[in-house]
Structure formats: C-alpha cells, structure tokens
C-alpha cells in the first residue's frame, strides 16, 4: 500500500501545459522528470515485495506462481507449499498432478507446473540445486524470463542488474511517457538509461505499487496522485 499520498493539488485540467505532452520531449528533459518521478516514488512508498518468502527458491516459485494472480492468493498458497518443498530437489521430484493440485488456485496451474518443476530441475542439473545470482545463468533456466530474473536478482540477492516491467511498469511508464516502446524488454531499456542504475529494483517495486494502488488501468487516481505535476497523461482519463 502506498506510504503515503502527497495531493498536490487540482490539476488544471486543459488549461495546463503537461510535461511531454504534445511534442517531442528534449532528452535532457525527459531525464530531469525521470529523476523527480524517482524522487516522488520514494517519498510515497516503500519500496517493498509483497510475495513472501525467505530465499531466492522460494522467491523464484513464488513469482512464477504470481503471473496472472494477486500476491495474497500467492502467498495463501506458498504458506503450506514451503513447508512441503524445502529444496529445489522437492521441487524436481514432485509428482506433477499433485502439485497442480497444490497451486490450482493460483490459475493456470498446468503451465505453472511445468515451469516451476522444470526449473528445479534445471537448478538440480546445472547448479547443485543452487538459484544462480547472474542474469546469464538465471534466464538459461526453464520457466525463466528476463521480468523474473529481474525480480530474483533485486529483491532476492540485492543486485541492480535491470528494471522489472510487468504489466503495472508497462502500463505506467507509458502513461507518464517514460517509454514509447510496447515489448517489455525494450521497455527496460528505455528506463535503465533514464533512472539511475542504484535505483532499478526499488523503481521497479514502486512503479508495481503505484500502478496497483493509484494509476490503476480502469480508473487512474490522478488526484492526488504523487506524480501528477509530471505525467503528461495526468486526467486525460477523465
Ligand atoms: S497522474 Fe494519473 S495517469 Fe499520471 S501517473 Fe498519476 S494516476 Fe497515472
């Protein structure tokens, strides 16, 4: 949930200029924004996961399990799952129409299945059962992409290594026009040379919790929203 929400103010709908808005966005410019919607992100939330976990494998399974699902529902089912699974092994050996059963709730249980025990075994073949800490290694591993190797690495070994754009990144950098881009992966790249590299895991989780919380994809809480004063889509909603 957000720390807190700063309200800046009624915006000045159509009267107002709005940052970006309507042209093409000097790069220098783009950047000095970038910097104050980090700034504004950190002032109104913590940067903080809300998939709970205790290691890099569990926060692996935990986010596979997460796509397409709320981290309540995740964590509901991750609470007994974690005391059944202690080792990538468990994981390797499960019998697989007994773990669908376990995650069903989760939704698309079949495929989650698949990519969970095939990344423990992945882990068991090529790392002693060990989560890597390496980008390379990490998306080399069935059941792995960039978004969550990104997540692995910043929230479960500390290391800045990229950006996490899921859907909430995606669709708010594009409303605060941070990016003009549609894939992911080019996404991430436009940020990372916008926000500075100590930066990336927490923007990331903050980015997550203010498209969850305010910039929701129906109904954007443009008032009172932290970022108002710098989105160029600011009550184009309304
Ligand atoms: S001002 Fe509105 S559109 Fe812009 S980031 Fe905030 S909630 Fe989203």
Redesign the pocket.
């Known amino acids: 949930m957000p720390r807190r929400t700063k309200t800046p103010g009624p915006a000045k709908r159509g009267g107002k200029r709005r940052p970006g808005r309507g042209r093409k966005e000097p790069a220098a410019e783009r950047e000095r924004r970038a910097r104050a919607i980090v700034a504004r992100l950190a002032d109104a939330y913590a940067a903080r996961i809300e998939l709970d976990f205790d290691n890099p494998l569990q926060l692996a399974v935990a986010t596979i399990l997460s796509a397409q699902c709320t981290d309540k529902r995740v964590n509901e089912v991750t609470r007994s799952l974690f005391k059944k699974y202690g080792t990538a092994a468990d994981y390797a050996n499960a019998d697989p129409e007994q773990f669908q059963e376990e995650i069903r709730s989760t939704g698309f249980f079949r495929n989650k299945t698949r990519s969970i025990l095939a990344f423990a075994q992945g882990l068991v073949e090529k790392h002693d059962g060990v989560v890597p800490d390496t980008m390379e290694e990490l998306v080399e591993l069935a059941g792995i992409g960039r978004k969550t190797a990104n997540v692995i690495l910043g929230s479960g070994f500390g290391k800045n290594e990229g950006i996490v754009v899921d859907t909430h990144v995606k669709r708010?950098a594009g409303?605060?026009m941070l990016s003009e881009e549609d894939d992911p992966e080019k996404i991430e790249q436009d940020l990372m040379q916008l926000i500075p590299r100590r930066e990336w895991t927490d923007f990331g989780l903050r980015m997550i919790q203010?498209g969850r919380y305010?910039?929701s994809a129906r109904k954007?809480?443009?008032d009172g929203?932290?970022?108002?004063e710098l989105?160029p889509?600011?009550?184009?909603?309304d």
């Open positions: 708010v409303r605060l203010h305010t910039c954007p809480g443009c929203c932290p970022l108002e989105c889509s600011a009550h184009t909603f």
